[in-house]
């Protein structure tokens, strides 16, 4: 008996120990959460592929902080990367015994990052998925991408904060690397030679025949542009949709499918994308408001490729946008409408892009935010400046980091905790009492 429970007494330490290696050795990880937020998406492991240079993170962090064992929570944030990309390495420097060191390194605030990819570093104090792989998209970068935009007739702005300005959509730009300015042909006398597009959204008042002509040499010495249209008069640009072959009729889409998002039928839902990196693998619904459509004559210059359909079971109307709305065999055109081009042809050989879209609301403040409309922006903006392998990354919604409760359940939980069950066990200690007293 004895040596059986000596023998048992061994086997247990020898399964425990045994287990105890495996734990140290092999990890099993499951993300448990209902949006895999604590997962690296798919994106991410893009980006980290693309990386072709090791990459130095150092971290100026003290051990112990008041957010609690902040070299720990730093760590762990930085692990699931470097399981990605095994050439990512991770270094602590305490600011408090190494003062220079991180006054050289301009650090303002205790937990601040130095990420350093080449020749090329970039400083990080808010730690997500989105804002340390936008970091690395930026380093990744080759030189400087400038991107311009018209400015000096009422074009929407890259800096503006109405609602019908682009000033949310500038912040993503500079995010993501690119060097935003304003121009004004007016005062300048060309489109900057260094600019790697050239941004023009629907400008409100005429361009002189001088400001156009300058946008043509840009066009005709082979530089980028993106050009939004809305529905408007081309305000003196008609040179340049000639110089393109662009073919701009009248009317305004209407798609009945936008109600079952309860939205006016005058704008709308782009699900359909024509085979092209700018669209290549992208699957978001799009939200285009007051749309037009636009097309191209085939060319020998440009090669044209339909970027965006809309409205399948809708039609151009051609008529007021009114409640009595409706399709007019006789006088509307039905869909579906292409309302985005990409053009392309080699100048100098090199290649020459532009983008032309039949919409600038859809890049607004105002409707930024709806779909994949940023994504799709960013997409076009990155394909332009020849960034194909530049991808976008935006935040996961957290949705299951919140619950929300109807007014019932409310009161459920309220009577439930706080009356029902302390009366449940009062009673049943009164209960239990009054049997020992009996007994």
């Known amino acids: ?116 990819y080449g020749s090329k570093k970039e400083h990080l104090t808010n730690y997500n998925e989105q804002t340390f792989i936008n970091a690395l998209m930026r380093l990744m970068r080759a030189g400087e991408r400038l991107m311009m935009s018209l400015e000096g007739h009422g074009e929407r702005r890259l800096n503006g904060a109405a609602n019908h300005d682009l000033g949310e959509f500038g912040k993503q730009l500079n995010a993501k690397g690119f060097q935003t300015n304003s121009l004004n042909l007016a005062i300048a006398p060309e489109v900057p030679a260094n ?33 939004l249209i809305d529905q408007e008069p081309l305000r003196g640009l008609q040179p340049i949709a000639e110089q393109l072959g662009l073919v701009l009729g009248p009317g305004t889409v209407v798609d009945p499918d936008a109600a079952r998002l309860k939205a006016s039928p005058a704008v709308a839902i782009g699900a359909g994308y024509g085979r092209h990196a700018i669209t290549d693998n992208f699957t978001l619904n799009t939200v285009f408001p007051f749309a037009r459509q636009i097309g191209a004559n085939e060319g020998r210059d440009w090669r044209v490729t339909r970027l965006i359909d809309v409205a399948p079971r809708g039609w151009i109307e051609m008529g007021k946008l009114d409640d009595k709305i409706g399709f007019d065999k006789g006088r509307d ?33 105002q409707f930024l935010g709806n779909g994949g409309n940023l994504d799709l922006g960013m997409n076009m903006v990155n394909w332009l400046a020849g960034d194909d392998a530049m991808i976008t990354l935006q935040p996961r919604a957290t949705v299951d980091s919140s619950l929300e409760l109807g007014r019932a359940a409310q009161y459920f939980l309220l009577f439930g905790y706080f009356v029902f069950l302390p009366l449940t066990f009062a009673a049943i200690g009164v209960m239990i009492w009054w049997r020992r007293r009996k007994g």
């Open 333 to 365: 055109i039905p869909g579906p409408v292409t309302i985005a081009l990409a053009l392309e042809r080699a100048v100098n050989d090199r290649a020459q892009r532009v983008v032309v879209v039949g919409n600038g609301g859809f890049l607004a403040n």
């Open 195 to 227: 600019a790697s597009l050239l941004l023009v959204a629907t400008p409100q008042v005429d361009l002189q025949p001088a400001e156009v002509q300058k946008i043509r040499q840009f066009v005709q010495g082979g530089g980028n542009l993106l050009w």
């Open 1 to 116: 008996m004895l040596a059986q429970n000596g023998l048992f007494v061994v086997l247990l330490v020898a399964f425990t120990a045994l287990l105890a290696y495996f734990a140290q050795e092999y990890r099993v990880v499951r993300d448990v959460t209902q949006n895999g937020r604590n997962t690296l998406s798919q994106q991410a492991r893009d980006v980290l592929g693309k990386l072709a240079e090791p990459v130095k993170i150092t971290l100026y962090a003290t051990q112990q902080d008041v957010r609690g064992d902040l070299r720990k929570q730093l760590r762990d944030f930085f692990t699931p990367y470097q399981r990605v990309k095994t050439d990512i390495t991770v270094s602590f420097v305490d600011p408090r015994e190494e003062p220079k060191l991180a006054q050289a390194a301009g650090i303002r605030m205790p937990g601040e990052a130095i990420i350093e």
